[in-house]
């Protein structure tokens, strides 16, 4: 059975894509950025932020953070990482995913300086 979660992202439409689809126990969060809210802030507040919308996006497909095996971070500018790590810390601090941080030329909107997928996989 495959589950589908649609947060309403401005792309997600023109791109074709689902936030976060769960297939069995495997759940693939789709690279996210941060909410409006958050999109003038540093990258500390936007990583935060995406990783709201990514706990939101689990959530809902009976996941939780503590599911999740593996993150990827793009960031605009790897002097980030510092604050990026930080946020990725006090999320993850406890379940210790697999991660990679890259440095990527440009992300969607030219606002956004960090992007995060996740990986997970629910016990049954």
Excluded at 18 to 25: I, K, L, N, P
Excluded at 27 to 44: E, F, H, L, M, N
Excluded at 60 to 74: E, P
Aim: charged share 20%.
């Amino acid at each position: 059975m495959r589950q589908i979660v649609q947060s309403g992202g401005q792309f997600e439409e023109t791109y074709g894509y689902s936030r976060a689809v769960r297939v069995g126990s495997i759940v693939a969060v789709s690279g996210s950025c941060c909410t409006p809210a958050a999109i003038d802030g540093d990258a500390y507040e936007q990583a935060l932020d995406a990783l709201g919308v990514i706990r939101e996006a689990l959530e809902k497909l009976g996941a939780g953070i503590g599911d999740v095996t593996r993150t990827v971070t793009y960031v605009t500018d790897i002097a980030d990482m510092p604050l990026v790590a930080q946020a990725h810390s006090e999320v993850f601090d406890a379940v210790r995913p697999a991660a990679t941080i890259v440095q990527v030329a440009a992300l969607a909107d030219p606002k956004y300086r960090v992007e995060i997928q996740v990986d997970a996989v629910v016990a049954e």
